[in-house]
């Protein structure tokens, strides 16, 4: 599955970004997907998954009740809606797609190219 991350920019703290990830190639509603971020000199961190069937989710605890993952299988896209930013949100969001699922990137085989996503005032 090849996989395209979009939605970055420069948002103030306190605002609101949403993310897209669209997917191509074989079957996206067999996939878990999952959203990680990483900034220089730090490893890539897990933000937020979500199941095949989209009914089941789970998050970082610093972005619980601001971000929110979905999926629209029949539209080969997941979603990430990312309310009340702050400062230590920025970095580089990746998207990515596991058979395994989890928060551990390795698990992911499957990764877009990034979006940067900047807070600040």
């Known amino acids: 599955v090849q996989l395209q991350a979009s939605g970055g920019g420069l948002v103030q703290p306190g605002g609101s970004l949403r993310l897209s990830c669209a997917a191509s190639?074989?079957?996206?509603?067999?996939?878990?997907m999952g959203w990680f971020r990483q900034v220089p000199a730090k490893e890539r961190e897990f933000v937020a998954g979500?199941?095949?069937?989209?009914?089941?989710?789970w998050y970082l605890d610093s972005v619980k009740g601001r971000f929110t993952i979905s999926r629209d299988n029949a539209r080969n896209t997941a979603f990430l809606q990312m309310n009340r930013l702050n400062a230590e949100d920025t970095g580089v969001y990746y998207c990515?797609?596991?058979?395994?699922?989890?928060?551990?990137?390795?698990?992911?085989?499957?990764w877009g190219q990034g979006t940067q996503v900047t807070v600040s005032s």
């Open positions: 190639g074989r079957t996206f509603s067999s996939y878990v």
């Open positions: 979500i199941n095949w069937k989209g009914d089941g989710t």
């Open positions: 990515a797609a596991s058979e395994i699922g989890g928060r551990v990137s390795t698990n992911y085989a499957y």
